[in-house]
């Protein structure tokens, strides 16, 4: 029998978790604030959703998707981003006539096919919020300064915010058109990838590291030069709010973003804090997303990020520290007797909230003893023959070595600890 891990796939253990939840509860406090609601929605989806909504020519789809069939031979997929699974769940529930604007979050693993490396994984970690409902720019706005706050409660340093249109369906269109006109000339001296990106989707050269391709990148026009009035006053507006939130952008007119939902505004946040990996989070507008799953034409927008991420630059940052988890009350024993008395006991002081420890494996004192400094305890009690008679015992303080004389009423071993009296 194979024990080993999937390639890409890590235990998060004890050790790790304090960063892991210190993250999870930064997700949770912006989304209280910001008035985001939770979702949380399957692992699996039929294929379909994410190959409608994604695009076929993107890279997630075409490369990295974890897809299989189920026993009646359906096509399921392991879901690699949240934000179709939240049209989908939008939709199932009606939302588009009886409640159509909604905010809502979601943290959870994704899954994706890639080549593993630091703050990369096959099964990663998102958390991400989708606003569904309103083209106002007031709500770009907001889920970007959502992104920043979030960010800021963690004491991440050096944000700046990349930021740029690419404008309603048909200015994508005109705008692919134009790009085409531009690298047409050049695409023999181009990679690969990007000689078939020029007729599947030319916004993705944009995206391309090749060295040889980054010349004719460089020279390439700007989406943002080239939106409807519309988009064009949109993109005036959102920037507007901005920097009347103080945040600092800057227009990068390579940014396109790799999947083809994205409409208007696109945003990745990043921290000069991580080096060369430097995006915390990405996000755009997507509103076409809900037509194209069959519903009304609703707007919407989001972000997503990636909790590995986070919690690399969390440990390596040497200002933030985790509180060390303690135990309220180890209970040392002697004799059999005893036992039944300190179990008993260890299970009404846990009914009234504290965290208590005994020894399962009938070690010798000495053995507890040395037990309950690794494990951190506050207080130690040794429960004999004689306390479990007398209903009166010595409780230790360990930080100070003071042992004090009390009585082993539950109540009263409570109030001892809480009160520090
Ligand atoms: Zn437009
Ligand atoms: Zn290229």
């Known amino acids: 029998m194979k024990t080993e891990r999937i390639r890409g796939m890590y235990d998060i253990l004890p050790d790790e978790i304090g960063w892991w939840r210190l993250a999870e509860q930064a997700m949770l406090e912006t989304a209280r604030c910001f008035n985001y609601q939770e979702i949380r929605f399957p692992i699996v989806e039929y294929t379909e959703l994410f190959v409608r909504g994604m695009g076929e020519a993107t890279d997630v789809v075409g490369k990295e998707m974890y897809t299989f069939q189920d026993r009646k031979g359906r096509s399921l997929t392991l879901r690699p981003e949240g934000t179709a699974s939240v049209v989908r769940a939008y939709l199932n529930q009606g939302w588009q006539t009886q409640s159509p604007f909604q905010k809502l979050f979601y943290i959870g693993p994704m899954f994706r096919y890639e080549k593993p490396q630091k703050g990369r994984c096959r099964q990663f970690h998102q958390f991400g919020i989708e606003a569904l409902g309103s083209l106002d720019p007031s709500l770009d706005a907001e889920v970007i300064s959502f992104a920043w706050s ?82 064009a006053d949109h993109f005036t507006q959102v920037r507007g709010m901005l920097d009347a939130l103080n945040l600092n952008y800057e227009i990068d007119s390579r940014l396109v973003r790799g999947i083809d939902y994205y409409t208007r505004t696109v945003f990745e946040l990043m921290s000069k804090d991580l ?116 209903g009166t015992g010595k409780i230790k303080r360990m930080d100070s070595g003071q042992e004090i004389e009390i009585s082993l009423e539950p109540n009263s071993i409570v109030d001892f600890i809480r009160g520090g009296a």
């Open 150 to 231: 979030m960010m800021d409660r963690l004491g991440i340093g050096g944000l700046w915010l990349r930021l740029n249109s690419i404008g309603c369906a048909e200015d994508r269109e005109r705008f692919k058109n134009i790009l085409r006109s531009h690298f047409s000339p050049s695409i023999t001296h181009m990679c690969p990838d990007c000689q078939r990106r020029l007729d599947e989707n030319p916004l993705r050269i944009l995206d391309c590291k090749e060295e040889r391709c980054q010349i004719h990148i460089e020279a390439a026009p700007g989406s943002a030069d080239h939106l409807c009035a519309d988009c």
């Open 275 to 390: 080096g060369s990996q430097d995006t915390l989070l990405g996000g755009g507008r997507y509103d076409g997303l809900v037509e194209t799953f069959g519903g009304p034409p609703i707007p919407g927008l989001g972000f997503a990020g990636g909790f590995e991420r986070l919690v690399i630059i969390l440990q390596e940052r040497a200002h933030a520290q985790l509180e060390a988890t303690r135990l309220d009350l180890f209970l040392a024993t002697l004799g059999e007797d005893s036992r039944h008395y300190a179990f008993a006991l260890a299970q009404q002081l846990r009914h009234r909230g504290l965290s208590v420890d005994i020894d399962h494996r009938g070690r010798a004192l000495r053995k507890q003893l040395s037990l309950a400094n690794s494990l951190n305890a506050r207080h130690l009690l040794v429960v004999g023959e004689q306390e479990a008679a007398s």
